[in-house]
């Protein structure tokens, strides 16, 4: 088979040890049978390890932080597309993918596809409103309340009771066994990502999680369950195994026919003792640990991009189960002068 | 005793199970045990082949038999 070339512009390269997406993506779409795939990264910040890791991605260029909106990311993607003549963009962060969401249209114009959910898809997942979400699409959800303030705890914690999940809108969640630590947890969150904080009842249970593809139409284009087998102290996957997991998949498949989902995504599931099934969290794009499912048969950052390129692609039925990844890490050399690169000028 | 129908077993003593994730290892005689419930011989089966196979008594075979049952149920590696 011929392979076509194309260029693909990927963020979330901060292969750090709370990785983002953006390094197992790539190495998805190095190994396409399909494309032979120039990567630029589009990083947010110097020390994002991606931009150095040279064997993957091709070169890399600053983008703006999401908080300086939609024109300024444009302008800067405009630039980028007329050095890279850029064929697709993956956005890998949640926090930017509003702006990309609503510059989906504009990027078309320029001719940089996307493969993105819409902003009622995204909108209806956020953990804030995973309540109504569960009762939209028959699928169970622990108790959860938004709160924006730390006095709100207490009538909260009388409702559900101790532990308590405390999270963030957009990242991080920590147990909670009393109401010193429920406020302290409180403090750290808001502190670090703003308010409001998301009060959720904790349902006791072994995690277990699934990376699927949507083709927007209704049908799961490829979905792998996972479950952590070794687990960092924030929480992340640093080892996992692949899962025959049926009810995961229906569950899956459920949402993508219900919500006509487009693009990646990661639920986290809770399973409980009595083979219950409750959902946690949905992140509206690929996990990091997405090059598990390339590794046991299913390439879904590059069946994204087939679709996103217009193709119309069989839905994967297959994977391997009992396939493992296992994270390290590991001291790249880099010169300054790279380093003075990307921070001077934006580029490397 | 029926062991889970999708249980891996290796040759090697490994024992996988797919629905959790949830990897195990057994001695020879732990894994010639569980070969034979997978081929579906019944514990009194199970016991005669122990007795034949292994230079033991009755009562040992029974005790480790009812001890190694207890643990598969505790592991969640049988269904009824």
New interface residues.
Partial sequence: MTKRNITVGVTGLNNIDSPGPGIPVIRGLKESKHFNCRIIGLSYDAMEPGIYMHEVVDKTYQIPLPSAGQQSLLTRLEYIHQQEKLDVIIPNFDAELYNFIKLQDTLKSMGISTFLPTLEQFEERHKSALPAFGEKYGIKVPKSRMINSMAEIHSLAYEFGYPLVVKGKFYDASVAYSPDQAMAYFNKISGKWGLPIIIQQYTPG?EVNLTGLGDGKGKLTGAVP??K?YITDKGKAWA??????RELMKIAEKMVAGNKWRGGFELEMIRTDRNEYYLIEINPRFPAWVHLATGSGQNHPEALVRMALGEDINPYKRYE??KMFVRYSWDQIVDLKEFENISTFGEL | MNLLKNLALSDTGFVFNPATGDSFSVNPIGLDILKLLKNGKSENEIRKSLLDAYQTDKETVEKDLYDFFKMLEQLKLTEQ
């Fill in positions: 072994t996972m479950r087998t996992g195994v692949t899962l025959e997991d189960v009992g």
